[in-house]
């Protein structure tokens, strides 16, 4: 097996649901959120947790071990996860393979809450962020992206108090992270695709999964819950993390915002960007991602 760090936002969950207690190892029975929460508060590291075993297929980073790789990416979220140790391997289960939307997200069984306290932050700041909405519906739109043209959405545009309402959201996690002044806690923001630029330059048809990019960006558009377009706030921008094909096909439409949760992290965006191009300098990186070319 090869040794490998990757982001956790870089792998994709190969099931459509787990349960919220892991079930071998040092640590059995215990909820997955209360692992969570002893990474958030630093009583344990990343290192601490056994690495995951990851396999690539379909263009992707797939994992099989879908609670840990949970674990990880709320960390990342919360605060803002390294890359993470894993195993690199040619294990497939096709049996165990039942993910319906590509490993974007996955549902958690046994009441549906995986414990801890600092996953409840998070989801109430998503809950107080939907019901500030009010009641707009937006599930009776049909979206189809690739191929064809673009719907074009009512603008769903937050108040600013919205803003500040989630920041105080997530000020206690200021005092658990007190010691890393540099990182900014999560903002959920809702922004028109046209603000955001690309961090890759090329998208390749070969690779390219099309019907889970329409998949994708129907979430985005008409889900009441949708798992939030991670994006980085930097050198005063906005760029997209990791989905630059969700983003092109959401550029096609006009009038439309998408929630996004906001990193403000230049050290990590440029990091992001210079992956595989470590000779690109700051100037070169701050005047791109306006455009991405789609090849065979």
Same mark, same amino acid.
């Given at each position: 097996?090869?040794?490998?760090?990757?982001?956790?936002?870089?792998? /994709? =969950?190969?099931?459509?649901?787990? !349960? &919220?207690?892991?079930?071998?190892?040092?640590?059995?029975?215990? !909820?997955?959120?209360?692992?969570?929460? $002893? *990474?958030?508060?630093?009583?344990?590291?990343?290192?601490?947790?056994?690495? @995951?075993?990851?396999?690539?297929? /379909?263009?992707?980073? @797939?994992?099989? $071990? &879908?609670?840990? *790789?949970?674990?990880?990416?709320?960390?990342?979220?919360?605060?803002?996860?390294? $890359? @993470?140790?894993?195993?690199?391997t040619h294990y497939w289960n096709d049996d165990k393979y039942s993910t319906e939307n590509g490993g974007i997200s996955i549902r958690i069984r046994g009441n549906g809450k995986p414990g801890g306290k600092w996953y409840d932050i998070y989801s109430k700041n998503l809950e107080m962020y939907k019901n500030h909405l009010g009641g707009q519906n937006v599930n009776n739109y049909n979206c189809s992206f690739v191929p064809g043209p673009a719907n074009v959405l009512t603008s769903l545009s937050p108040e600013p108090k919205l803003k500040q309402a989630s920041t105080q959201r997530f000020a206690q996690l200021i005092n658990v992270n007190q010691n890393q002044s540099n990182r900014r806690i999560p903002t959920l923001m809702m922004?028109?695709? @046209?603000?955001?630029?690309?961090?890759?330059?090329?998208?390749?048809?070969?690779? *390219? $999964?099309?019907?889970?990019?329409? &998949?994708?960006?129907?979430?985005?558009?008409?889900?009441? &819950?949708?798992?939030?377009?991670?994006? =980085?706030?930097?050198?005063?921008? =906005?760029?997209?993390q990791v989905e630059n094909e969700a983003l092109w096909a959401l550029k096609q439409g006009r009038g439309i915002k998408v929630s996004c949760l906001i990193v403000e992290d230049n050290d990590a965006f440029v990091d992001c960007v210079r992956e595989g191009k470590p000779w690109l300098n700051i100037s070169d990186i701050v005047r791109s991602g306006y455009e991405i070319q789609i090849v065979d």
């Open positions: 097996m090869t040794q490998r760090r990757l982001k956790p936002s870089d792998i /994709f =969950y190969s099931q459509d649901s787990i !349960m &919220n207690r892991f079930r071998h190892g040092q640590a059995a029975r215990k !909820m997955i959120g209360e692992t969570l929460d $002893d *990474l958030v508060e630093r009583r344990i590291t990343v290192e601490a947790i056994p690495p @995951i075993s990851v396999t690539f297929r /379909f263009g992707k980073w @797939i994992s099989f $071990d &879908n609670r840990r *790789l949970w674990v990880f990416k709320y960390f990342d979220l919360l605060c803002g996860c390294p $890359d @993470i140790p894993v195993q690199e922004l028109d695709p @046209i603000q955001i630029r690309y961090t890759k330059d090329v998208i390749s048809q070969l690779s *390219l $999964d099309w019907p889970q990019v329409q &998949n994708r960006c129907r979430e985005l558009l008409t889900s009441n &819950n949708p798992t939030p377009l991670a994006v =980085y706030q930097a050198f005063e921008a =906005y760029w997209v």
